[in-house]
């Protein structure tokens, strides 16, 4: 697995401060609101793991599963849920947790359609952006870290279900793709 790695971008170390930071921002944006955090997997699983220990507030927690149709073609921001909510968000702040923010699409879907169904707010919290790539504009309220137009995976993101085992979020080898 490591011979595949070109370049690590964010170690570990910067993704706990970082992780921290976001969490005490969250805990104090928070306080006496019911707090629902959204995870989008598989990607944000491990990142959310962690960004909830560093919440002091009692929080709910869901997940959904999305997938974007035709990703290479020119994509109309239709999103297909792959697996949804167990209950309903009405009157709940909604936070939802993302991997990465690339073209902005898979974002823009969710967060309209998180916001018809009658939730208080909802806002978007995202370990890394590609702002290069964007082409829906979406809202971030909290942001780990900028990134380059680079192919990216660790810390739960992957690359064909490989690589989210890895600790810090690294660059692959151009060989690795072939
Ligand atoms: P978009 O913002 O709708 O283009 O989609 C973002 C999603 O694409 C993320 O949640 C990831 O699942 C995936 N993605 C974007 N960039 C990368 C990357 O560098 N590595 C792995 N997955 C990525
Ligand atoms: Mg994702």
Redesign the pocket.
């Known amino acids: 697995m490591e011979q595949n790695i070109k370049e690590v971008l964010v170690t570990e170390k910067e993704l706990k401060e970082k992780i921290t930071e976001i969490g005490l921002e969250i805990t104090n944006d928070y306080k006496g609101k019911e707090l629902l955090i959204i995870g ?1 997997l598989k ?2 699983f491990t990142f959310m793991a962690d960004l909830i220990r560093e919440i002091k507030i009692p929080v709910e927690i869901d997940f959904m599963a999305v997938s ?1 149709y035709g990703k290479s073609t020119k ?1 109309s921001g239709v ?1 297909r849920i792959l697996k949804d909510l167990e209950g309903s968000i009405e009157g709940k702040h909604i936070l939802v947790v ?10 823009s879907y969710l967060v309209k359609n998180l916001e018809s169904r009658g939730a208080a707010s909802v806002k978007i919290c995202t370990l ?1 952006d ?1 702002p290069e ?1 964007r082409t ?1 504009s979406v809202d971030i309220k909290y942001k780990g870290f900028d990134i380059p137009d ?4 660790g810390y739960g ?3 064909a279900e490989k690589y989210r085992n890895l600790s810090e979020i690294c660059v692959l080898k151009e060989e690795a793709y072939s």
């Not at 993302?98 to 974002?107: A, P, R, S």
């Not at 680079?150 to 995976?153: A, L, N, R």
């Open positions: 989008v990607g944000a974007s994509s999103v993302e991997d990465i923010i690339d073209t902005g699409l898979t974002l890394l590609k790539r829906a680079e192919f990216v995976v993101i992957d690359f």
